[in-house]
């Protein structure tokens, strides 16, 4: 069996059903993550070698020594293949690719799946959907903005993961003093229409250009308003067969074949506007989701995204070919809440449709199962009404300090 060295690259705890697969493929797997990381239970016994990087502040390292590092690595090791397995560090491998000639995804076509200014831009060149937009670099483009699209507005930064510091804005004037109070950092936001609508998500496997696997869910619970207010976040998976899952559908497999992706797992969310009816784009990365919706998407489909990804690098670094199982057709629910205990009592949450319990200190997570989409919703709401009235535990929103 050929033996091929994956690098895999990781500032947060995740990825572990991806290295045990590599490594259960025959490869030799080398992680390269944060030092504060060092007690985590990895997969150890999938790891050859792990390499740490002291963190400069969450998830940032320093980059220069990140490449030196990597060249002192590459003196003693051929690598076949390096690996982001968080958002974070998506940049992060483009660098080391394009510096040391390593296939993969460059620097210009990371910037699609991880600078929200640049996806946008894309986006529009495309020919799809996406709320109006405007850089912020430019007073007159800003003002211009302002004046023409009618708050309100949501001020988002270029590179940040999730919903974290987004900020919904009510007025002009309310516009300027946030982007005077940025200084220096203004150039890393930009400035959104906000469409009230639905918000889903769509989780993706793609293979040679091709997407091979597709599984688009409905927040019930925008990410943006869980992070912002607290709360409960929900999401269920759509039948494959309804419309709005082959709307998704075709709109994933549009913006993945514009932003020229190869092939990975990828995370695509769109709106479905109120006023319209249309889907428009929202942002996409190319990883697997957080906030455990693998764990939905497997309830569901039976496809594990990791492992189905880390197939599909084996498949790639060795010239084999790649099918993925055709998915089974359940439905499926995810319930995640912030709470005031450190470990839940679960029993109160067990139903025929439980499928796992999350092991998240001080939250709940719960995932369901069911042929009845009734059912999933039933379960959901269900749950969402016990730790609302009794368990949740509502923390203020993280503020980025302003320079």
Known sequence: MEKKTIVCISCYYKGYDFMDEMKNLGNKVILVTSENLKEKNWPWHAIDEVFYMPEIKPSVWNLEHLIQGFSYLMQTRKVDAVVALDDYDVEKAALIRETFRIPGMGQTTHRYFRDKLAMRQKAKDSGINVPEFTAVFNNDEVNNFADTVSPPWVLKPRSEASASGIKKIASKEELWEELNNLGEERHLFLLESFKPGDVYHVDSLTFNKETVFTSASKYLAPPMQVSHEGGVFRTKTLGRYSDEFKALEAANIKVLSSFGLMHGATHTEFIKSNED???????????????????????????????????????????????????????????????????????????????????????????????????????????????????????????????
Request: charged share 25%.
């Open 277 to 403: 009816g249309k889907y428009y784009f929202l942002e996409t990365s190319s990883r697997v989701g957080g906030a455990h919706i693998p764990d939905l998407v497997e309830a569901s489909s039976n496809i594990n995204i990791w492992r189905e990804w880390a197939r599909i690098e084996n498949a790639l670094l060795k010239g084999n070919h790649y099918e993925v199982s055709k998915p089974t057709g359940h439905y499926s629910g995810l319930i995640i809440a912030l709470i005031k205990e450190k470990d839940p009592d679960y029993r109160q949450f067990d139903t025929p449709e439980t499928v796992k319990f999350l092991p998240i200190e001080h939250h709940v997570g719960i995932v369901y199962k069911s042929n009845d989409p009734i059912v999933i919703q039933e379960r959901l709401d269900s749950a969402a009404e016990k730790i609302l009235a009794e368990m949740l535990n509502i923390l203020p929103p993280k503020s980025k300090p302003t320079s």
